[in-house]
């Protein structure tokens, strides 16, 4: 199985499209949309003689339109087009994006510079359900973990 769970925000506090400087932009995408897929190309031999799969961890900055995080949003919905396309392309693996949700990371807490967000729960809470994907291999496809808690041993 290959996690690719690494990924940057971009300048905090997030700049709209209109005013995002263009080397963040590509930074954001190289560590977001390229390292993963490079990543994902590196490991595919091992992967295919496994029957493995692939988990990209997400965001709903993905498919939702957030004022500021134009910049991170895009990079995640390309990095789900390709995990879509892959999924077609490989169709003995698994593929599957992973969004999840809200989370009190220190990145979460970049995209909200002085404001207090020990509301959302902590990453661990959520390894349940990592546990519960990884268990049940489920078909590929967009998986929103707060989902998969509900049904979770």
């Not at 895009?74 to 999840?100: F, G, I, M, N, T």
Request: proline share 10%; glycine share 8%.
């Amino acid at each position: 199985m290959l996690v690719n769970n690494a990924g940057i925000l971009g300048p905090s506090p997030q700049p709209r499209l209109a005013d995002y400087p263009l080397d963040a932009l590509r930074e954001v995408y190289e560590v977001n949309v390229f390292a993963p897929l490079a990543l994902t190309q590196l490991a595919l031999p091992g992967l295919r003689a496994r029957k493995g799969a692939v988990v990209t961890v997400t965001s709903d900055a993905a498919i939702e339109g957030y004022a500021g995080w134009g910049g991170y949003g895009s990079a995640k919905a390309a990095a789900e087009q390709a995990s879509r396309v892959l999924a077609e392309e490989e169709p003995a693996l698994r593929v599957w994006w992973v969004d999840p949700g809200d989370l009190r990371t220190r990145m979460h807490q970049e995209a909200f510079p002085g404001e207090d967000i020990s509301d959302r729960p902590e990453p661990e809470t959520v390894v349940p359900a990592f546990r519960h994907l990884v268990q049940t291999r489920p078909p590929s496809g967009r998986i929103r973990l707060g989902d998969l808690l509900v049904t979770a041993p």
